[in-house]
Antibody, heavy 120, light 111 residues
Framework: EVQLVQSGAEVKKPGESLKISCKGS????????IGWVRQMPGKGLEWMGIIYPGDSDTRYSPSFQGQVTISADKSISTAYLQWSSLKASDTAMYYC?????????????WGQGTLVTVSS | QSVLTQPPSVSGAPGQRVTISCTGVSSNIGAGYDVHWYQHLPGTAPKLLIY???NRPSGVPDRFSGSQSGTSASLAITGLQAEDEADYYC???????????FGGGTKLTVL
């Protein structure tokens, strides 16, 4: 069974750093891209970027380039999303998802989400 | 403002049929990129409903169907059930943005 399990909710202060994780199981982790998607409170889904764990090839949405860093450790089947200096506007639910490229590019399995709250 | 345009809300009575539109432009849907649909219940992970414009993953009821024409796509839900009440998002790719784009989401209310 394909599963993406994300790390737990985080409460941080502005300026702090953070790294959240997404662990894949039940499939070949190095053979599929993993994407990150943001949902701010009361808003829709926004694509942040994707990584191919096989070679760490990474692509970012122009809206998130330079704001976050996406990485992966294929030895433990885990992808990461990190911030070096959080802002209140980073408060959101963050989802990881496995990307498929048959019949277009879409996400077939999703993590349960990680709620990040940034508040002073 | 989202790259793909969806109506903010739609509603229907149990048993009825509703459609949700998704309008793009020449750099995404109009360029031939496939459209995919997700169902999202608050507090849960989004669920893939339709991929490649018209295909249903295993386990998705045939009450859900997708279509695409020109720069637009649609999701149709027939035989509405209370459990269908959720947010629905379309998604495609965009050549000018070099990546994935989502619609703004549509809240479906079952009356």
């Amino acid at each position: 069974e394909v599963q993406l399990v994300q790390s737990g909710a985080e409460v941080k202060k502005p300026g702090e750093s953070l790294k959240i994780s997404c662990k894949g199981s039940g499939y070949s982790f190095t053979s599929y891209w993993i994407g990150w998607v943001r949902q701010m409170p009361g808003k829709g889904l926004e694509w942040m970027g994707i990584i191919y764990p096989g070679d760490s090839d990474t692509r970012y949405s122009p809206s998130f380039q330079g704001q976050v860093t996406i990485s992966a450790d294929k030895s433990i089947s885990t992808a990461y999303l990190q911030w070096s200096s959080l802002k209140a506007s980073d408060t959101a639910m963050y989802y990881c998802a496995r990307r498929r490229v048959t019949a277009g590019s879409y996400f077939d399995y999703w993590g349960q989400g990680t709620l990040v709250t940034v508040s002073s | 403002q989202s790259v793909l345009t969806q109506p903010p809300s739609v509603s229907g009575a149990p048993g009825q049929r509703v459609t949700i539109s998704c309008t793009g432009v020449s750099s995404n849907i109009g360029a031939g990129y496939d459209v995919h649909w997700y169902q999202h219940l608050p507090g849960t992970a989004p669920k893939l409903l339709i991929y490649g414009n018209t295909n249903r993953p295993s386990g998705v009821p045939d009450r859900f169907s997708g279509s695409q024409s020109g720069t637009s796509a649609s999701l149709a839900i027939t035989g509405l059930q209370a459990e269908d009440e959720a947010d629905y998002y379309c998604q495609s790719s965009d050549s000018s943005l070099s990546g994935v784009v989502f619609g703004g989401g549509t809240k479906l209310t079952v009356l």
